[in-house]
């Protein structure tokens, strides 16, 4: 069997011991050392408030409380493949596809695994692209079954990857041979950049070839987009578990940051703080979604797609294609 692929229950069992925060300390510091940008977290519930641009010195790291590390991808030439599906099956097929096409980059990348079938692939990756995924494929019968998903995160992303340590009751974060605090980021391999819509396509194309049906889905909107969708009876829910009517919510914001959840347009969400409550100028009220980096507006001001400006827009780029 290939040892990529061997479970490591002992390993496992004693890394789900609780440790002294002097161990955790440690971890993170070897991180750090290791070239990746660290931060502390913890657990699946995220990092603490701040972990953007929250300091790993070693006085920094010396105050630092959590169970789990990660790191920031900012700025970094740390890539992940985010293997984000719910069987093995479907899990051993994508490396297998990926390990054909791009075996130099498998054979050295370092596997993180998180006690359930995901699995994230890291290496190295310069690239000015920002995070992209694949479609959607459904993983069970049942609507709020988590698909399948495969993504990639670089140094053009404002996010955080977890790394290692506690994920929640149960899991952690452990690896499939080489772990992050034995391997120095600049000792791991390459990815080629013209080569990562490639992946996406390939990985699309081995979930497609498995059966499995893809998840038919509104045009997924891009970071800094507006989204006109609200609505003033709309319910949202507050950081706090309060539940108010946007209208009402219009007159309080700006007098205090409000945060909330996502669960006007995400009902699945369980964020409490993913949204940003804010008053823009003329637009009134916005809910920024730091997730999706979208903001959404009101309903009423949707600008007309058949505007003299926008009919006009459209001409002139008919004529460019002809030039």
């Known amino acids: 069997m290939n040892k990529f692929y061997q479970s490591e229950p002992a390993a496992q069992a004693e890394q789900l011991q609780p440790k002294p925060i002097h ?31 929250q300091p790993n010195d ?13 790191i920031r991808m900012f700025h970094s030439t740390a890539f992940v493949i985010d293997l984000d599906v719910r069987d093995l099956a479907v899990r051993q097929a994508l490396l297998g ?25 890291i290496g190295q990756v310069a690239t000015a692209r920002k995070r992209l995924w694949t479609a959607r494929f459904k993983s069970g019968p049942k609507p709020e079954d988590k698909p399948h998903l495969v993504e990639y995160f670089a140094g053009n992303d404002k996010r955080y990857v977890a790394v290692h340590g506690y994920h929640s009751p149960g899991r952690i974060y452990g690896y499939q041979g080489r772990s992050i605090t034995e391997v120095p980021l600049d000792q791991l391999p390459w990815f080629p950049e013209a080569d990562i819509p490639l992946m996406i396509a390939e990985c699309e194309r081995v979930m497609s070839g498995l059966g499995l ?7 997924e909107h891009r ?22 009517a ?22 699945q969400s369980k964020t409490n703080d993913r949204v940003l409550v ?15 980096g979208v903001s959404h ?27």
């Open 23 to 53: 161990a955790y300390r440690e971890i993170w510091r070897r991180i750090r050392d290791n070239g990746y940008d660290v931060i502390p977290l913890r657990g699946r519930d995220g990092p603490f408030r701040g972990w953007p641009s």
């Open 58 to 70: 070693d006085a920094a790291i010396a105050q630092w409380r959590g169970r789990a590390a990660g």
């Open 97 to 121: 596809a990926l390990a054909r096409r791009w075996p130099d980059f498998m054979a050295e990348c370092l596997r993180r695994t998180s006690g359930g079938t995901t699995l994230a692939l």
């Open 213 to 219: 049906e893809q998840i038919v889905i509104p045009r």
């Open 223 to 244: 970071p800094g987009e507006h989204i006109y969708d609200l609505k003033p009876e709309d319910v949202l829910v507050l950081s706090d578990g309060e539940r108010i």
């Open 246 to 267: 946007l209208n009402e919510l219009e007159k309080r914001a700006g007098t205090r940051r409000i945060k909330a959840y996502a669960n006007i347009w995400d009902p």
């Open 278 to 292: 804010n008053i823009s100028g003329s637009v009134g009220l916005t809910l920024w979604d730091t997730k999706t």
């Open 297 to 323: 507006r009101w309903a009423k001001l949707a600008p007309d797609e058949d505007s003299e400006f926008q009919q006009q827009l459209r001409e002139l780029m008919r004529d460019f294609k002809h030039l």
